[in-house]
């Protein structure tokens, strides 16, 4: 059973365009965390958000936790090709390991 | 900064042979994790441990076994590598107190190849 559905699975996009990537679930989070991983490396953490109804702003990047702590969305304004790579959400269940989603590839070209 | 670093960037080995992979992190975090990134499958856990010589099964723990004999190292062994455990093997360190409630910081990766 895949506890977080990350959609869509695929985006490929031109420069200067928006695009929004969600991840959701019918199981309550304590937190979720938005990593990002380029090929041939190790998913790096970008930001984690803890409040239902948080936004949190990384530049051109904007996170928001659901108001119920159950889906989460990534919005990215004016895409650059430096935004390619996997995006992978995770979830805190207040265990040790995190639950997560398949991710999202994004391919930005200019 | 966290760092996490893996043995070996590729690996080629031939099936039945005993693989190692060491993972070592600089932070005195007490969770360390191996996971398996397959394309369509994700990140899949194989084992975790939270303290020295404590460890968890995760979702995949079949044909793996790992070893905690200290704090910031944390082995993968394949007993006997077989062709379907080509892949990459990416290793996380996280601890699990606020405010770095369990926050993942990974290494690099390991592509593993058995033929």
């Known amino acids: 059973t895949q506890l977080l559905e990350q959609s869509p699975q695929f985006l490929s996009i031109q420069e200067g365009e928006n695009l929004t990537v969600y991840c959701n679930s019918s199981s309550v989070f304590s937190s979720l965390q938005w990593y990002r991983q380029e090929p041939g490396e190790g998913p790096v953490l970008l930001v984690t958000?803890?409040?239902?109804?948080e936004v949190k702003k990384l530049k051109r990047l904007t996170f928001q936790f659901g108001d119920a702590r159950k889906d989460s969305s990534l919005h990215i304004t004016a895409a650059q090709p430096g935004d390619t790579g996997l995006y992978l959400c995770?979830?805190?269940?207040?265990?040790?390991?995190?639950?997560f989603g398949k991710g999202t590839t994004l391919s930005v070209s200019s | 900064d966290v760092k996490v670093t893996q043995s070996s960037r590729y690996l080629v080995k031939r099936t039945g042979e005993k693989v190692f992979l060491e993972c070592v992190q600089d932070?005195?975090?007490?969770?360390m994790f191996w996971y398996r990134q397959d394309p369509g499958l994700g990140l899949r856990l194989i084992y975790f441990s939270y303290d020295v010589k404590m460890k968890e099964k995760g979702d995949i723990p079949e044909g793996y076994s790992v070893s905690r004999e200290k704090k910031e190292r944390f082995s993968l062994i394949l007993e006997s590598a077989s062709t379907n455990q080509t892949s990459m093997y990416l290793c996380?360190?996280?601890?699990?107190?606020?405010?770095?409630?369990?926050?993942?910081?990974f290494g690099p990766g390991t592509r593993l190849t058995v033929l």
């Open positions: 932070m005195d975090h007490e969770n």
């Open positions: 995770a979830g805190d269940k207040g265990g040790t390991a995190l639950i």
């Open positions: 996380a360190s996280s601890f699990p107190l606020a405010p770095r409630n369990n926050e993942q910081f």
């Open positions: 958000v803890v409040t239902g109804g």
